[in-house]
């Protein structure tokens, strides 16, 4: 459940909309379901009475959407954004991928977002509708005839369990209270895999990647993926589609995904929340970020604007990738 | 029946300051190493995309080898240094994914060490032939 409503947000874009300071508003509306939430722009206070959507499913992050809605929108956009947002932004800042006086950042709290895949989970499929009450959500489904009742606590996503910091990195203008970084428990189930001999972390990852349906949903969504042409657009890469018989593609895909934002990640956990087949990807994410802790020192993306990556960073005496595997773990 | 021997096929990556020219010198010089390394020259080693890895991988390598200059010695100053740090972060994923780790190795060879390029090539191919062909990183549509 979130500590701010609907309510407060509309109240405060209508008063921004109002007085001229910002010319249009990114926010979520309804999909089809009360839990597809996706992104939306608005530009009158009529539209967001009416759309405007504000709920334990608004986990999109907003950050993305700003690279193309400040070229297209005149005059400044009203942004909402959740603390792990505000990473993403400040590291498209760094990349210099839009204007910051075009943005106008409202930093919201946020008490973790629900994944409709844990609530079906429990409740089954066939959901009709999800509402907020109190602490709960109350789902109803088509083949019930009462509404199920779980706690919101029970279906946070994974990457809320999880969460790493509920301080806003930027921000205009803050609603409600800002918080802390918080110290996660996000690396456990990277450490997990790397303690599995090399034939099960490969099971383990044939099995999972296997699934993908190359949808590319996971480079479109995230923050850093934010190139205007990509190499997996190119159809002489070999690797521009579902292959019919071959698992190679999608080992392919997804390492390279990672290892283009590996650096520039802020582990947002976007991808993980659109893939239509929930495969974990963050993990080859974190994977990533813990490398490069372990190796060249913490690194947060995003933390402060203008820091340098560390793919694009080095020192004299940087470990060898040899020694990397000196360090343990278990080999074929 | 008589059984085919199995020969790896092995990339190398080789810079063409120090290393490419480290092959020549052991060429120069006699020494011998197997024929299965394929040597492609790059002008740096930090132009070894890690996507040209796994192309490698998927067109039917069982190992590949990059070799640069030594740390301090880049033809362009800094590139081996981003390459150090490319290829641990990408070899470590690989064995993150249950890829075998000898098949992936980064090497400092310069313009003067023919011996330790062939060194470095009889070693590498010993631990790949250890190893076998490569299943986990193979593309069956590069298959003939």
């Known amino acids: 459940m979130q500590k701010i409503t609907r309510d407060q947000l509309i109240e405060k874009a209508a008063s921004l909309l109002g007085n001229g300071t910002v010319s249009c508003v990114l926010g979520w509306e309804k999909g089809e379901f009360d839990y597809d939430v996706t992104p939306a722009l608005f530009e009158t206070e009529s539209e967001l009475r009416e759309k405007f959507v504000f709920g334990d499913f608004c986990g999109a992050n907003l950050s993305k959407y700003l690279v193309s809605k400040t070229r297209k929108c005149e005059g400044r956009i009203l942004v909402f954004l959740k603390p792990c947002d505000t990473y993403s932004f400040n590291q498209l800042l760094t990349e210099h991928r839009f204007d910051r006086e075009k943005a106008y950042v409202v930093g919201i709290p946020c008490e973790g977002m629900a994944d409709i895949e844990r609530v079906k989970e429990l409740c089954g499929d066939g959901i009709s509708s999800v509402t907020a009450d109190g602490d709960e959500l109350v789902v109803t489904t088509l083949y019930d005839d009462e509404p199920v009742r779980v706690k919101a606590e029970s279906v946070l996503a994974e990457r809320c369990v999880n969460c790493k910091s509920k301080k806003h990195v930027a921000y205009d203008e803050l609603i409600g209270e800002d918080g802390e970084v918080l110290s996660s428990a996000r690396f456990d189930e990277v450490a997990r895999l790397e303690a599995m001999t090399p034939d099960e972390r490969f099971a383990f990852w044939q099995n999972e990647l296997s699934k993908c349906i190359r949808c590319n949903a996971c480079r479109n969504v995230c923050p850093a993926c934010t190139c205007e042409r990509c190499v997996f657009d190119n159809p002489s890469s070999g690797v521009e589609n579902k292959a019919a018989a071959n698992s190679f593609e999608e080992k392919m895909f997804h390492i390279i995904r990672a290892f283009h934002v590996a650096g520039r990640c802020t582990d947002c956990g976007e991808c993980s929340r659109v893939c239509p087949q929930n495969i974990p990807l963050h993990l080859l994410n974190r994977k990533f970020i813990k490398d490069i802790d372990d190796f060249y020192g913490e690194y947060q993306a995003g933390a402060e604007v203008g820091s340098r990556a560390p793919l694009v960073n080095y020192t004299f005496d940087d470990l060898e990738p040899g020694e990397v595997f000196e360090r343990g773990g278990q080999d074929a | ?144």
């Open chain 2, 1 to 144: 029946m008589q059984v085919k021997e199995y020969k790896p096929l092995i990339v190398a990556f080789c810079c063409n300051w120090c290393s490419y020219a480290g092959a020549d010198l052991a060429g120069n010089n006699r020494l011998s190493y197997p024929a299965d390394v394929k040597i492609i020259r790059v002008p740096c080693s930090c132009r070894v995309n890690p996507m040209f890895v796994l192309r490698a991988f998927q067109r039917g390598a069982d190992g590949v080898i990059i070799c640069g200059c030594h740390p301090g010695d880049c033809h362009y100053t800094s590139g081996n240094y981003y390459t150090r740090r490319r290829m641990a972060l990408l070899f470590s994923m690989l064995d993150y994914l249950g890829i075998e780790r000898d098949r992936t190795r980064l090497e400092w060879v310069s313009a003067a060490e023919g011996a330790k390029f062939a060194a470095t090539m009889n070693d590498f191919v010993e631990k790949v032939t250890a190893l076998g062909e490569n299943k986990r990183l193979e593309d069956l549509r590069c298959k003939k």
